[in-house]
């Protein structure tokens, strides 16, 4: 996004919402560099202030999603953990994707996936106390969360 999007898809925005996107482009630049200063975290975090700003006036209020209120945090986190290119939400998010293959129909979707899960851990657990060959085998392929599931 911060490298092509400035050339590419910024003139195509209109004119108004250049400047609201510029914030949250030049925020995350900084924010994804190899070393970050004070100074330049402290920028960063009031671009991304400034972002959410403008984007609250020009989307409205009702749009601002929890994606936009949580940039407010970003800036935090960096200064905590260092910069974003240090750590990765990917098998996070790939577990979201396990968990929704466990979601088995609409009512009471955490009680459910609570005992699908448990249930699996269970079986990882038994899986190599068992003496029999077939019956391990057997066991071994269950073990991985709602693999027969499919959406």
Excluded at 94 to 119: H, M, P
Aim: charged share 20%.
């Amino acid at each position: 996004m911060v490298y092509f999007f400035p050339s590419i898809v910024l003139p195509m925005i209109p004119e108004k919402a250049r400047n609201m996107v510029t914030y949250l482009i030049e925020a995350v630049q900084t924010l994804i560099g190899e070393s970050i200063t004070t100074q330049q975290l402290k920028e960063a975090k009031q671009k991304l202030t400034k972002f959410q700003v403008w984007y609250m006036l020009l989307a409205g209020e009702d749009r601002c999603t929890n994606n936009i209120h949580l940039l407010e945090h970003v800036a935090d986190c960096v200064e905590k953990f260092g910069p974003i290119w240090t750590s990765s939400c990917f098998p996070w998010e790939d577990f979201n994707g396990t968990l929704v293959k466990c979601i088995t129909g609409t009512n009471q979707v955490l009680q459910s996936t609570a005992r699908v899960l448990t249930r699996y851990r269970n079986i990882a657990k038994i899986h190599k106390q068992v003496p029999d060959l077939e019956t391990q085998n057997f066991l071994g392929k269950l073990k991985s969360p709602c693999h027969h599931h499919s959406r």
